[in-house]
């Protein structure tokens, strides 16, 4: 750190005073870059560098030898790759369609209301998102058993299981884990959602309402327009994040004496890949079609939703 | 017309309460009761506290005390990758803010590109990545990529862009101070608040991670709660009727599994509550307005 305080100890011997907060030239140090120094080797061991090992492995064999897209086509082939993609849209659609309606929904009718029931409500909602990982599952697995969950008339009544394992019948899944994802995450969007609604200007409501515009007007032509930006965020992130599931189907797999297979969704199927079969090759070319759709979904969302400021 | 309205929209905020908050309910009142009992008695009725002590002594003594040493991981890696986080990211964020070098831009697009991908898209490459460099097994390989936590970094790029008043810098510069003295005479101690929201996020990140451990680690004596409370779940009849007699041996029921349930996700809940404001303006960090 001594050398750019004698340089620019220097540069301040050499310059006008008037001059001194002018960005100095020459051999000094650029500013702030000393300063990223220590994040940097983390950025590129934990961010840059396991994508690209993992293309490198995608596109080799076991023994390094160069294969083009064989890996993907191999992967492509097995008998559980589409329908691990399958599971993992249609439970994607299903926690989009939910989080879209409900989240947006309850988002609006809070903000209609006295701020501190809102308050209560918007806590309420958010209390869940502390029970993340697998301690939501958990809970869940409880929720589904009907022979211990507060719900056990609804499993009875509308999914028409009396068993556990009824619950988790193959065809329930992409709805059951939806709901865990609603459940633990919705909350914490309808806090984002809410919150800018809140940057809705009060004299563009109050104009609506003098021009006659009821609530419900209002909020489906006035604020839903407003807020399309972080509905867009919400839409791309959440799938982004559901392609990669794994927790949810890992811990049924468990519960389940293996009625549920140990290769339900793609990171799942990945996984077994690389443990059961070691063929690490396979499960790199697996982890970069995720990976492609993770890194889709971000570049299109820096680039395109202008919700993050990349300019000082 | 308007009280049918307002009625109706109470409803229906009230429904989702109930099944926002009910499972955290049945969760906090199932240790209370003996398995047994969970399925007699109403699914909400609590039981007695000497069923809670009870359902602790089993939990305890499963596996000559590992639920313990879950915990002890959980927060020995937390703890260490989040004084990581905070030792890179502030500064980190204070140089691409402030600073003006070769290559500021692509490093933070590069962040925030990494830090918006879903953290489980990453989770096999690390693994593929540090099995090659043989790290697997060791507790590095959790902590040291727990460490990489590029919203941190956001975020306090996000202060120092929108807060730190440029003329102030200037000023100690002019004072003599060097690069270094400034960040932490002056931009360090205005980072406070900034500090609290890395150090939440982070811990909680780590905390609730269980992915990447379960990948990267071989030995159940390593794992993280979040990775031991799968284990227990496999040796719990009510889920794995084939662990039947083995449940009974080692007395792992539904109260048992709910209490372990309870206490790990408890480190998280308090830090919930004591920072929900912080939380909230941590989640609209990005609608800032520019």
């Given at each position: 750190m001594s050398s750019p305080a004698l340089t620019s100890a220097q540069a301040e011997a050499a310059q006008p005073r008037g001059l001194r907060a002018a960005r100095p030239r020459g051999?000094?140090?650029?500013?702030?870059l000393p300063f990223i120094v220590p994040y940097l080797p983390f950025l590129i061991a934990f961010g840059i560098a396991p994508m690209l090992y993992a293309l490198d492995l995608a596109v080799t064999n076991a023994n390094g030898g160069v294969t083009g897209f064989h890996n993907f086509v191999r992967t492509f082939r097995d008998y559980r790759f589409v329908p691990a993609f399958e599971h993992i849209l249609l439970y994607t659609s299903v926690w989009l369609g939910t989080l879209i309606v409900f989240v947006v929904g309850l988002a609006l009718l809070l903000h209609g209301r006295a701020n501190r029931v809102s308050a209560t409500f918007r806590f309420l909602f958010y209390?869940?998102?502390?029970?993340?990982?697998?301690a939501s599952v958990l809970v869940w697995l409880f929720m589904l058993d009907p022979a211990v969950s507060p719900g056990s008339f609804l499993l009875r009544h509308v999914l028409g299981a009396q068993l556990f394992v009824q619950s988790i019948a193959p065809g329930h899944l992409p709805f059951v884990f939806a709901m865990i994802a609603f459940w633990t995450g919705a909350g914490g969007w309808i806090v984002v959602m809410y919150g800018a609604l809140n940057t809705i200007p009060d004299e563009l409501e109050e104009a609506a309402r003098i021009d006659g515009a009821g609530p419900f007007t209002i909020a489906l032509r006035l604020k839903l327009p407003l807020i399309r930006k972080w509905i867009a965020y919400m839409i791309i992130l959440s799938f982004a994040t559901g392609t990669q599931l794994f927790i949810e189907p890992q811990l049924v797999n468990e519960a389940s004496l293996g009625l549920?297979?140990?290769?339900?969704?793609s990171n799942q199927l990945a996984y077994q890949l690389a443990f059961r079969y070691g063929d690490f090759n396979a499960a790199a070319a697996i982890a970069v079609d995720l990976l492609v759709i993770g890194l889709l979904a971000a570049v299109l969302i820096v680039t395109r939703t202008g919700l993050f400021r990349r300019e000082g | 017309m308007r009280v049918t309205a307002r009625g109706l929209r109470l409803l229906i905020l009230a429904a989702f309460a109930i099944f926002f908050v009910i499972p955290i309910g049945w969760l906090i009142l199932a240790p209370t009761k003996a398995d047994g009992a969970l399925v007699?008695?109403?699914?909400l009725s609590f039981g007695s506290f000497h069923q809670v002590a009870l359902a602790w002594d089993h939990l305890d003594a499963f596996s000559d005390h590992i639920y313990r040493l879950w915990i002890g991981n959980s927060l020995l890696y937390a703890f260490s990758a989040t004084a990581i986080v905070l030792a890179t990211a502030i500064p980190a964020g204070y140089g691409l803010a402030l600073g003006n070098f070769p290559g500021r831009r692509a490093v933070l697009t590069l962040t925030l590109v990494v830090m918006i991908m879903p953290a489980a898209a990453l989770v096999l490459p690390i693994f593929l990545e540090l099995n090659a460099m043989h790290l697997?097994?060791?507790?590095l390989s959790v902590i040291l990529p727990f460490s990489f936590f590029p919203f941190g970094v956001y975020l306090a790029y996000l202060y120092y862009a929108t807060t730190m008043p440029r003329d102030l810098l200037d000023a100690a510069r002019v004072d003599g101070a060097g690069e270094w003295q400034t960040f932490r005479r002056v931009a360090l101690p205005l980072a406070k608040p900034i500090v609290a929201l890395v150090f939440f996020f982070s811990f909680v990140a780590d905390w609730n991670n269980f992915f990447l451990p379960y990948a990267v680690l071989?030995?159940?004596?390593?794992?993280p709660i979040q990775v031991g409370l799968s284990n227990l779940l496999s040796s719990t009849p009510s889920f794995n009727p084939a662990q039947g007699g083995g449940g009974q041996q080692v007395n792992i029921f539904r109260p048992e599994l709910a209490l372990a349930t309870l206490l790990a996700v408890i480190p998280v809940a308090i830090v919930f509550l004591l920072s929900q404001r912080a939380l909230v303006r941590g989640m609209l960090g990005g609608a800032v307005k520019q």
């Open positions: 051999p000094r140090v650029p500013r702030g209390m869940p998102g502390a029970l993340a990982g697998a549920v297979p140990d290769t339900w969704s | 007699t008695s109403s699914p697997i097994g060791s507790v071989a030995d159940s004596s390593q794992y």
